[in-house]
């Protein structure tokens, strides 16, 4: 499943080709969409923002179609005379005069007035997302701080789309590591510098994943483990799916373990539980 760092990369491809530009087409697969979207005639998108794992579609009249991908939605993009080859079916097309962003397989797609935004059931639960916010590690760190979360334990908590919105399975991993913390330590046992470390690594492994597609590996290692051959694959993680291998930076093994019914990768060595 796709994590945040993925659909924002995807959101930001959607903006490039509809945003801010006459739409030609605006076409719903799904009935109770369509009739919503009377109220959206002629207007502009003025913003495609993510959520989590949700992209928005702000329009001019602040009405917004809300889309969610969960296992089999994706975007597809092709010039206003074309359709992508493919058998999935297609339930959202926006066109311009020169491309067109178009939704396959999805089946959550809704249309919202300005006042539902707050009171949708994704929309109003949905925790802090760090890439459509802008917020910096110091933001973070309150964020992380706040008491309602202080006794849960972080590999629960990173998975919980209202703590981080669009932190998924690798990210966890990876998160903890970066951030050298144990996966069963709770927010009220880490002292004001390991809070910093976490809200550090969470910045710069969502940043970095979408700049890279979702390497999280250190770049320097990364471009060193390309050059001796290594398989993408192979060099992407930190510790993610390399149960067994010798983590990079102490040579210990890597752990698997499972934890919220996901399977977690760590080292015992650089994450420390105490
Ligand atoms: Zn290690």
Not at 88 to 97: E, F, M, P, V, Y
Not at 135 to 161: C, M, N, T
Not at 207 to 222: F, H, I, M, Q, Y
Request: with cysteine; hydrophobic share 40%.
């Amino acid at each position: 499943m796709p994590e945040g760092p993925e659909i924002y990369r995807v959101a930001r491809q959607v903006a490039e080709r509809v945003e801010r530009k006459p739409l030609t087409e605006l076409w719903f697969g799904l009935a109770r969409p369509a009739e919503a979207a009377k109220v959206l005639a002629g207007q502009q998108i003025q913003a495609v923002e993510t959520r989590g794992k949700a992209l928005l579609l702000k329009f001019e009249s602040d009405h917004v179609v809300y889309t969610h991908n969960q296992l089999y939605g994706r975007w597809m993009f092709a010039k206003p005379d074309r359709r992508p080859d493919t058998r999935r079916q297609l339930r959202l097309a926006i066109s311009t005069g020169t491309d067109s962003a178009l939704l396959y397989s999805a089946s959550d797609i809704e249309v919202l007035g300005p006042e539902q935004l707050t009171s949708h059931p994704f929309l109003a639960r949905v925790g802090l997302d760090i890439l459509s916010s802008g917020a910096e590690p110091a933001a973070i760190k309150d964020w992380v701080s706040q008491p309602r979360y202080a006794g849960r334990q972080l590999a629960h908590l990173l998975l919980d789309q209202s703590f981080l919105a669009g932190v998924g399975n690798y990210l966890r991993s990876e998160i903890l590591f970066l951030a050298g913390l144990a996966p069963e330590q709770r927010l009220r046992d880490l002292d004001e510098k390991a809070r910093q470390r976490l809200a550090d690594a969470v910045h710069t492994l969502m940043w970095r994943s979408v700049k890279t597609a979702g390497v999280t590996n250190a770049p320097d290692l990364v471009r060193e483990l390309k050059n001796a051959g290594w398989r993408r694959r192979d060099y992407r993680h930190y510790v993610f799916s390399r149960e067994g291998q010798a983590c990079h930076q102490c040579d210990s093994p890597i752990l698997r373990t499972t934890i919220s019914t996901r399977r977690l990768y760590h080292c015992p060595h650089c994450q420390p539980s105490a």
